[in-house]
């Protein structure tokens, strides 16, 4: 048994089998949102006005679309999304649609003149990515079947 204040505090205090000391986890820093991102949060319904889809639209853009902006559940399980990463989302929407008419315009206008499409780069294979195809060994087994011949 202690005697002394001193001898006391040095003794840890007994937790019992089972009972881990509890450690505190460091302290992490707040993330201020920068003044210019919108924190306005859009219902479903907000966000059908804003896109001008259907219920059902936004329900398989929600499920299948990659790029449609990440939910969040608020009380009562109802979705809500950022008006910020919405705005952006329909940026984005407007871009690849604005991209699809650039390459229809050029291949119709390729048509009329009369020539082949042009092959991007992306669409043709690189040539350090191909390597040089050997002529096959003519070999007895590799042969078509010769029936009748000797």
């Keep these: ?10 003794v840890p205090a007994r937790r019992g089998p089972g009972r881990p000391r509890k450690v505190q986890p460091a302290p992490e820093p707040a ?3 920068s003044p210019e991102e ?7 319904a907000d966000m059908r006005k804003l896109l001008g889809w259907s219920t ?3 329900r398989r853009a929600v499920l299948y679309d990659p790029h449609f902006p990440a939910s969040f559940s608020v009380a009562g399980g109802h979705q809500r999304w950022f008006k910020s990463d919405a705005l952006r989302y329909l940026r984005w929407l407007a871009e690849m649609a604005a991209e699809e ?10 048509r009329k003149a009369g020539r082949r ?3 991007t780069s992306s669409e043709t ?12 060994e003519r070999t007895k087994a590799n042969l078509p079947d010769q029936a009748g011949k000797p």
Excluded at 1 to 10: G, K, L, R
Excluded at 38 to 44: K, P, V
Excluded at 101 to 110: L, P
Excluded at 126 to 132: C, H, I, L, V, W
């Design 56 to 58: 059902w639209t936004l």
């Design 38 to 44: 919108d924190l306005t949060l859009l219902t479903g």
């Design 31 to 33: 993330v201020v949102p």
């Design 125 to 136: 294979p690189d040539a350090s990515d191909t390597e040089p195809c050997e002529p096959a």
């Design 101 to 110: 008419k650039r390459k229809r315009m050029a291949a119709r206008a390729d």
């Design 117 to 119: 499409p042009a092959v």
């Design 1 to 10: 048994m202690p005697t002394t204040s001193a001898e006391a505090v040095a």
